[in-house]
């Protein structure tokens, strides 16, 4: 026992330390990620940021429980230490670091009793060394969070624990994502139909649902001042709507094959050829039936599966769309490798002595190998390529200010509205507006300045993404402003650093993917990237005092 909880601990430290470089060195990929959850996080903390129109009561898609679990943290941590605004946001992500460290380590755990040793050890260095995890770990995301769910709600199907993989299920479905809820639909079948329990299931469901949705709806009546379900309302909107997903752009069929290399790269292959490569042994090696304790691989593997078919048939596609399934991915891919190994072992080694994994273990290192190589050079691509905003924003609190002669200090963004990462980043005294550019969707607005803001009916929201004229500012109030040099310049969106009324105070290299072949713009190579790789100037610009 003491012996289970010393290799727990260390797989917990190792899987713990590559987390927290995530928590400081990842950039946010996605700007709903700041709009739909940072910022009201910060509104919620300090009484302002920026309100999409899903938190406007009329729509009220988010529920605001989400948000307070994940502010717990940081509102314990203000009220007795009082730190930096960016102090809590990096607190948060370190948080976040921590927990899916606790979810991987019993996912492992689970693995290695319910597979093998082998496939759990290959899984762990996939999970450690995979680009999504690197982003999706630390991600404030329902889509993270179900991913967080995930391994819990598999680690206690696989140990036999259903009443908890039930739950987990139930919470990422309920709280976090309710599209999540396909992940355990292999649980609920072996429950209700090869265990013929469908009372205790019915039971479980009926329980979890109270446990849930009880804070859940009273949460949001406080906030919303109104009875709401948002899971209801998210699935409302995006299947019995007119606009749905849709409204936001569609994808080619390939998107998630090339999003799924990028961040798997060669164990993304290996998930994929899995279920032909269990059908292959199941024809030659009559002996292998499933995983340990019995369970069908189509079974146990299925909900990854399930979800490909799910989203990757959806016109609308996105990265974040995969987190849930990313450790199931990392799963399947150990799987693959493991099956390689015990097909080369039935087709080439002679004599048979010992068992295979023994015997063959170097085709996985070296494909292990192969697989960490590529994995670090896309972490170091992204983050070489893409911290730019991260890093402006991050020099705020050393601008001086004291020669303008303003209370608050007005930054304005222009067309990089999207990689604004939140006003956690913002010092006291500054807030942050939008100028019109090319963009005709819409935009968040400000919270109002009132105690029951998240109340408000707002009549300058919509649900069909149409532009909101009240969002702008006039540029001549700006007295900083976030800006991109831009190879296409428009009377909307000029080279503001080129122009007579702005000096820089910061700028910093940012990759132009339209400029960069594809190959350099998807791994690091060193010396070739430098040399092949096209940049322009990312700039956080100051006012000139005299215009």
């Given amino acids: 026992m003491g012996e289970n909880i010393f290799f727990s601990s260390c797989v917990f430290s190792v899987i713990f330390c590559f987390r927290i470089i995530s928590a400081i060195y990842s950039h946010i990929t996605d700007c709903d990620e700041t709009y739909n959850y940072w910022e009201p996080s910060h509104y919620l903390l300090f009484g ?24 717990a943290p940081a509102w314990i941590f203000y009220k007795v230490f009082h730190p930096s605004r960016l102090f809590l946001f990096y607190l948060t992500r370190c948080c976040l670091a921590a927990f899916c460290a606790i979810c991987e380590t019993f996912f492992y755990r689970s693995v290695c009793r319910e597979f093998s040793d082998n496939v759990g050890r290959i899984m762990l260095v996939i999970l450690l060394f995979s680009p999504g995890m690197f982003i ?25 624990k259903y009443p908890l993989a039930v739950f987990f299920v139930a919470v990422s479905s309920l709280l976090s994502w309710p599209f999540a809820g396909i992940i355990g639909s292999p649980i609920a079948f072996e429950i ?16 979890s649902a109270i446990i849930i949705l009880i804070p859940l709806s009273l949460t949001d009546y406080m906030y919303y001042g109104k009875f709401t379900l948002t899971p209801w309302n998210i699935i409302k909107y995006n299947i019995f709507t007119s606009q ?31 279920p032909l490569l269990l059908i292959w042994i199941k024809m030659t090696i009559s002996s292998v039936t499933g995983n340990r304790c019995g369970l069908p691989y189509i079974l146990s593997l299925g909900s990854l599966y399930l979800w490909f078919i799910v989203f990757f048939t ?28 015990m097909l080369w072992y039935r087709y080439f080694i002679k004599g048979k002595l010992f068992h295979y994994v023994k015997v063959t273990q170097k085709i996985s290192i070296i494909a292990l190998i192969c697989y960490v190589l590529l994995g670090v050079s896309r972490i170091l691509l992204m983050y070489k390529s893409y911290h730019a905003p991260t890093f402006i924003y991050g020099q705020l609190k050393t601008v001086k200010t004291t020669m303008i002669n303003k209370n608050e200090i007005n930054l304005c963004i222009g067309k990089e509205w999207h990689r604004f990462p939140s ?16 963009f005709r969707g819409q935009l968040p607005a400000h919270y109002l300045p009132s105690k029951e803001a998240s109340k408000i009916v707002r009549t300058d929201m919509n649900d069909l993404n149409k532009e909101q004229v009240s969002r702008y500012v006039n540029l001549n109030t700006c007295d900083y402003l976030v800006d991109l040099d831009s190879v296409s310049p428009t009377p909307l969106e000029p080279m503001y650093s080129r122009h007579s009324n702005w000096t820089s105070v910061y700028s910093i290299q940012f990759l132009d993917g339209s400029r960069t072949p594809l190959y ?20 956080l610009l100051k006012r000139n005092e005299n215009t």
């Avoid at 920026?50 to 009561?57: A, I």
């Avoid at 209700?192 to 329980?207: A, D, Y």
């Fill in 48 to 71: 302002n940021g920026f309100q999409p129109w899903e938190y406007s009561p009329q729509f009220a898609l988010r529920s605001y429980l989400y948000i307070l679990i994940y502010n």
């Fill in 136 to 160: 999706a770990c630390t991600a404030f995301l329902p889509s993270s969070f179900s991913m967080y769910m995930t391994m819990l709600s598999m680690s206690s199907w696989f140990d036999k």
């Fill in 192 to 207: 209700v139909f090869l265990q013929k329990r469908w009372r205790q299931f019915l039971k479980w469901c009926i329980l």
């Fill in 244 to 274: 749905g997903p849709n409204l936001y752009g569609k994808s080619p069929w390939y998107f998630y094959i090339l999003n799924g290399f990028l961040n798997f790269n060669i164990s993304f292959l290996f998930a994929l050829s899995t």
């Fill in 314 to 341: 959806q016109p609308h596609k996105e990265e974040r769309f995969l987190f849930p399934v990313y450790p199931l991915i990392a799963l399947c891919g150990a799987i693959g490798m493991d099956r390689v190994q």
């Fill in 423 to 438: 006003s956690y980043f913002l010092p006291d005294g500054w807030t942050v507006n939008f100028i019109k550019t090319e």
């Fill in 520 to 539: 350099a713009r998807s791994f690091y190579i060193p010396i070739l990237w430098e040399w092949q790789s096209v940049f322009s100037d990312y700039f």
